[in-house]
């Protein structure tokens, strides 16, 4: 047996609401390169539907969700894989909750709250995937942002089907594949401006915070592994960063625009453009997605029960400029500061 990584995030362009990456692993027979995950699923799931196609939809979430199409389609895909993994939470918190353990039995236990109450972006979440050198918390982390204390989303939102998940069950039955675990970490302003300022360079630390995620549920010493990931930005090497993650010898088997290749251990890691052609990258990719469209549902719904006027926001740079206008006055009163509202780069 062998494992099979793909990761992916969404939300890097933004200046409002979170940066996620995602991660999800599966257990396959063999080697983890000979496995043909949409052969494998052929009858479950497709990256090209045709019109009224039953499958599920797995492929870049650009490809799967659209704005105006609503969240159906791309909640439809990930539930059902949430499903499958044994994951089935009722409110979004609890679901950040439950993507954001390591899966490592070997790494430090995640520390709560010592209130009790576990608020959504609490000790917990920011421990599950900061970097290796970034480990002291400041007093700011422990506050929970106003766009979700106290405030309870339910899930699903509006695809609650699952009629192909017993089948996808048995076809990994059949085929002797487990999905073992979907990760996550939700990565708000404030952190992904301390980071980025520690390390003068998005990039870098939009990286670190991919490695360290991958760090909690990899260890390259157990079974050969294949990983997959979407190319971070422009760049083209990464074994430094491996070696900081890891703690070991990294070889380097090619490195350029087309493909970043190393040996971990037993694992290979892969770093690609349109890495979403892997079906497992894919799933990421549409976890991160589903994660940051629920965090940018709250976050309105928080500002249009301040400004019942205001038009949402995504969170891109010209829409967010006007966004911050419009809230100026309001997140004044609030005493909102934009360390925790708005990313800086």
């Known amino acids: 047996m062998s494992l099979l990584i793909g990761m992916d995030e969404a939300g890097l362009g933004p200046n409002l609401g979170p940066f996620i990456v995602a ?5 396959v027979p063999g080697s983890p390169g000979d496995f043909d995950f949409w052969t494998a699923f052929e009858s479950i799931l497709t990256h090209s539907p045709t019109s ?11 490809q799967v969700f659209q704005p105006q199409r609503g969240l159906a389609s791309l909640e439809r895909g990930v539930w059902s894989a949430l499903r499958l993994a044994g994951v089935q939470p009722g409110t979004f918190d609890s679901l950040c909750e439950a993507l954001s ?20 972006f609490d000790d917990a979440e920011l421990s599950a995937a900061r970097s290796p050198t970034e480990t002291a918390r400041t007093p700011d982390d422990r506050i929970p942002l106003p766009w979700y204390e106290g405030i309870r989303l339910p899930l699903p939102v509006e695809s609650n089907e699952a009629n192909l998940v017993a089948p996808w069950q048995q076809a990994c039955e059949r085929l002797g594949v487990q999905l073992m675990a979907i990760r996550a970490d939700v990565v708000e302003p404030r952190r992904f401006n301390r980071l980025v300022r520690r ?7 939009t990286s670190r915070l991919a490695m360290n995620l991958l760090q909690g549920v990899w260890n390259p010493d157990d079974q050969p592994a294949l990983i997959v990931a979407d190319k971070h930005g422009g760049r083209n090497r990464y074994d430094t960063l491996l070696a900081e993650t890891f703690g070991r010898r990294v ?31 894919a799933l990421a990719s549409m976890t991160a997605k589903y994660l940051r469209e629920l965090a940018m ?17 995504q969170g891109y740079p010209l829409d967010a400029k006007r966004f911050r206008e419009e809230i100026a006055d309001t997140q004044r009163q609030l005493q909102i500061s934009d360390e925790i509202l708005w990313r800086q780069r």
């Open 297 to 313: 549902h709250q976050f309105n719904r928080f500002w249009k029960s301040q400004i019942p006027d205001l038009k949402p926001t």
């Open 251 to 281: 070889e380097c088997l090619t490195e350029g625009a087309e493909q970043s290749v190393y040996r971990v251990g037993r694992g290979e890691v892969r770093f690609q453009p349109r890495a979403e052609s892997h079906g497992p990258v």
């Open 23 to 27: 991660a999800t692993v599966w257990q």
């Open 199 to 205: 390390y003068d360079n998005k990039s870098q630390a």
């Open 52 to 62: 009224c196609d039953p499958r599920l939809h797995i492929a870049d979430s650009k």
């Open 101 to 120: 353990n390591p899966v490592r039995v070997d790494m430090p236990a995640v520390v709560r709250s010592g209130s009790g109450e576990r608020s959504l």
